[in-house]
């Protein structure tokens, strides 16, 4: 069993930066490839980001490339998301995921969930 707390979301302008950290309870958590995904008002849960267990390989939707950093610390069970160069249209709410990693990037398939953070960007 895992439980995931997202921290980090705010309001902030285009342009502007924000770190999303999800700390994992339970004595799994290295077990799991982690993921954020994020669902903006009256659209689906999509998949952001995700990192492997161990050994730091990553995947990014096509739409955050070289803005979003994922990472991870697996001593401090915890899941970053570097979130650079901010944009309206990346405003939603951030949910940390885990699951294996063949899985993770769909949204049927996610063993946890984390309750979710809300990121605004105005513009």
């Known amino acids: 069993q895992v439980q995931l707390v997202e921290s980090g979301g705010g309001l902030v302008q285009t342009g502007g930066s924000l770190r999303l950290t999800c700390v994992a309870s339970?004595?799994?958590?290295?077990?799991?490839?982690m993921g954020w995904f994020r669902q903006a008002p009256g659209k689906e849960r999509e998949f952001v980001a995700a990192i492997m267990r161990i050994g730091g390989g990553t995947d990014y939707n096509d739409s955050v490339k070289g803005r979003f950093t994922i990472s991870r610390d697996n001593a401090k069970k915890t899941v970053y998301l570097q979130m650079n160069s901010l944009r309206p249209e990346d405003t939603a709410v951030y949910y940390c995921?885990?699951?294996?990693?063949?899985?993770?990037?769909?949204?049927?398939?996610?063993?946890?969930w984390g309750q979710g953070t809300q990121v605004t960007v105005s513009s």
């Open positions: 339970g004595r799994t958590f290295s077990n799991y490839a």
């Open positions: 995921a885990a699951a294996g990693w063949a899985a993770i990037r769909r949204t049927g398939d996610v063993n946890y």
